[in-house]
C-alpha cells in the first residue's frame, strides 16, 4: 500500500485567532506531505527540474469536518491514486492522533515542462504505482467551476505576490493562491464546508491580485485574476455541509 503518513503537531505560526490551525496552515501541510510522498517515489519536484519538468497543483477539492487545536498533534496520509485524463491524482486524509478524521481531499497534477510551458503525458509509473494504493476518497471528475456573475462583488484590497510568496518554479506557491482566494471573503471560511479550486494561470512576484466574490443560497463563488491584465489565475467554490 502506497501511503505515506506523517505527523504534524499545530504550531504557534499556524493558529488563528480561535487557536485553530488555519486554512492555508492546512494546505502547507497537504504540499509538505505530498512532496516528501514523491521524492520517496524518485518523482520529486528537484529531480524533475533537473529534467526540465516539474508538478503543478490544477485542481483540489477538500472535505473539512473541522480544524485542530493549536499543539494538537495530527496525522497527514497522502497517497498517488493513478490519472485522470492529464492529471497525476493525489489523495489526502488528516485526522487526529485518536483517529478521528478532520480533512479529506482529492487532487489533480499537471506535469508540465518548463519551458514550453505545455502539459505532458504521465508517466505510467504512476498509474502502476496507484495499483498498490487505496482508492480516491473524492470521486470527483474535476469538471470547471463556475466563476462569480456580473453581480458578484469586488473584494475589499487586492492580494500583492511577494518574494516570499515563491516556489521552487519562481512563480506564486500553490497555497498562496489558495490563501489569495480565501482572503477575499467577508469573513474566514469555517468548516464544516466542502472547497474546490481551479488554478487556471501563474503568477508572479509583484503581481497584483483581484478577487470577484458572488454568494449565492447555496454557495460561494470567487474568481482570482490579476488586476494589471485581468488575466484569469484561480477560481474556487466554498459550499457549507453538515
Known amino acids: 500500500m502506497t501511503v505515506w503518513r506523517e505527523s504534524f503537531r499545530v504550531r504557534a505560526s499556524e493558529m488563528g485567532p480561535d487557536a485553530r490551525l488555519r486554512l492555508p496552515a492546512l494546505f502547507d501541510l497537504f504540499q509538505e506531505a505530498a512532496g516528501n510522498n514523491a521524492a ?20 483540489l477539492t477538500l472535505k473539512l469536518l473541522a480544524l485542530p487545536a ?17 492529471w497525476a491524482l493525489r489523495e489526502f486524509r488528516v485526522a487526529r492522533a485518536d483517529g478521528t478524521p478532520l480533512a479529506q481531499a482529492t487532487s489533480g497534477w499537471i506535469l508540465l515542462d518548463v519551458a514550453k510551458k505545455r502539459p ?24 470547471p467551476l463556475a466563476a462569480p456573475d456580473e453581480t458578484g462583488r469586488a473584494a475589499a484590497a487586492p492580494f500583492r505576490v511577494t518574494r516570499y510568496d515563491l516556489d521552487l518554479n519562481a512563480h506564486a506557491n500553490n497555497v498562496t493562491i489558495l490563501r489569495a482566494l480565501l482572503t477575499a471573503l467577508p469573513v474566514a471560511a469555517a468548516p464544516p464546508l ?8 501563474e503568477a508572479f512576484e509583484g503581481d497584483v491580485l483581484a478577487a470577484r466574490v458572488q454568494e449565492t443560497p447555496r454557495e460561494t463563488r470567487m474568481l482570482l485574476f490579476k488586476e494589471s491584465d485581468g488575466k484569469e489565475v484561480a477560481r474556487a467554490v466554498i459550499r457549507p455541509s453538515g
Open 40 to 59: 520517496a517515489l524518485g518523482w520529486g519536484s528537484d529531480v524533475l527540474l533537473a529534467r526540465g519538468q516539474t508538478w503543478i497543483l490544477s485542481r
Open 70 to 86: 493549536w499543539r494538537e498533534d495530527i496525522t497527514v496520509e497522502t497517497w498517488p491514486a493513478g490519472v485522470h485524463r492529464l
Open 120 to 143: 505532458l503525458r504521465q508517466s505510467p509509473e504512476v498509474s502502476e504505482v496507484a495499483k498498490t494504493s487505496p482508492p480516491r476518497l473524492i470521486e470527483d471528475s474535476f469538471e
Open 194 to 201: 466542502t472547497f474546490e479550486a481551479d488554478f487556471r494561470g
